[in-house]
């Protein structure tokens, strides 16, 4: 085997993409902060128990993990960072009220999530703590619209779910509790059938339960499908609140295009405690950003508090996005002689990017294009555009 293979599912970034994914990381942070994030940067490997507490077996499934060799306790290297940040929330900085917290850092995964997906991910968030009204998830699905706009996204549709709905089915019929996640992989993949011989295995659970989860597998489409599901779901107040809540987020931010799927449980049962959402575009084969609500997950940590956010992965958003145009660039001569050396700095220290030509090498660049040069003319150094 060569030295030089990458293992399964992780590559190098090279130079252009590299600076524009930098590019993206900059202007996002940027933006968070003109809403009042603050932004956290934690580590990239905790003790496994604390990384996973409060989180589903799907995070745990995806978590690579390693023997300290200090304290021989089980690290885990990070599959997202949510977790991290709720803890940095609920234990460290404790505070009353309202907290809005950012970050940016690589996640790894120990198996791609798809068949196109990558195992390490530059993963960049925001997360808001301490309102748990519909104002909150407001707030952060148009963060998140904005986040994919400002990167040059167009025509960006937002898939809406509400597990809520899904969970009070569950809580209505006691035989289901003890299948939710296979209820729930079922229902992700609208396997009517598979639900069918669910019901023929288990024949405790109810009829009018079945029917309910069927029935969910068709609710998807427009904004209409609020309706349809309130008239032939169960009259329960749980779904009633769920479908209010969606509701009030369409109506909030009607310059957007929204879609509603019932059935998509694409984070797993129990870990998302209200509103979730995916964001789509044209260009990128899966969901470009995901988020929702997820009160409590800070109870793990000594304080429950409620809690949404989004993630996306930089490199999967860079991938997407037409090629990064070059950025001009100065040639210039090398040399030590004062009256150069204070061309080179005054140039540098205007923005421009001046690219010195070393003795006897040729320069192949994937960044720039070298459209000027400096020159010495009648004794000063001046740019000119490249012949």
């Known amino acids: 085997m060569s030295n030089w293979l990458l293992p399964e599912s992780l590559a190098d970034i090279l130079p252009a993409e590299a600076r524009r994914i930098e590019e993206l990381r900059r202007n996002l942070l940027d933006l968070y902060r003109t809403y009042g994030f603050e932004l956290v940067a934690p580590p990239l490997v905790e003790y496994i128990d604390s990384l996973l507490s409060g989180t589903g077996g799907d995070l745990n499934l995806r978590t690579c993990k390693l023997v300290d060799q200090l304290s ?7 599959a997202d960072m949510t977790p991290q940040v709720s ?16 970050y940016c850092g690589s996640v790894l995964h120990a198996r791609p999530a798809g ?27 148009h963060l998140a619209l904005e986040s994919v706009r400002r990167a040059g996204v167009k025509n960006a549709r937002v898939d809406l779910n509400h597990p809520g709905v899904l969970r009070s089915i569950v809580n209505e019929d006691p035989a289901l509790a003890a299948v939710a996640d296979e209820v729930c992989d079922l229902l992700s993949t609208k396997d009517v059938p598979g639900l069918v011989e669910l019901g023929k295995r288990l024949p405790e659970v109810r009829e009018s339960s079945l029917k309910a989860l069927r029935d969910l597998t068709s609710l998807y489409g427009g904004t209409e499908v609020i309706s349809r599901a309130l008239h032939v779901l169960p009259s329960l107040p749980a779904v009633q609140s769920a479908m209010a809540d969606l509701q009030a987020l369409i ?55 409620p809690a ?64 000027r040069e400096l020159v010495l003319e009648n004794g000063t150094w001046q740019t000119r555009a490249v012949k």
């Open 72 to 78: 021989g306790r089980t690290l885990g290297v990070r």
């Open 87 to 102: 803890r940095i929330d609920a234990h460290l900085l404790n505070r009353e009220g309202v907290t809005r917290l950012c």
């Open 115 to 141: 068949l196109l997906s990558d195992r390490e991910l530059l993963q960049i968030g925001a997360e808001l703590f301490g309102h748990a009204g519909v104002e909150a998830d407001i707030e952060i699905i």
């Open 251 to 305: 109506d909030a931010l009607p310059e957007f295009d929204f879609s509603i799927d019932l059935a998509d449980m694409g984070s797993g049962y129990g870990y998302h405690s209200g509103v979730v959402f995916s964001i789509y575009a044209e260009g990128w084969h899966d969901a470009l950003v995901k988020g929702g609500r997820y009160d409590g997950i800070g109870k793990a940590f000594g304080r429950s508090r």
């Open 308 to 371: 949404t956010g989004f993630s996306l992965d930089l490199r999967k958003l860079s991938s997407g996005l037409p090629a990064a145009p070059l950025a001009r660039a100065i040639r210039a001569p090398w040399g030590t002689d004062p009256a150069l050396v204070q061309a080179l700095q005054a140039l540098r220290s205007a923005g421009e990017i001046v690219v010195q030509a070393l003795p006897g090498q040729v320069h192949d660049v994937d960044e720039f294009t070298l459209d």
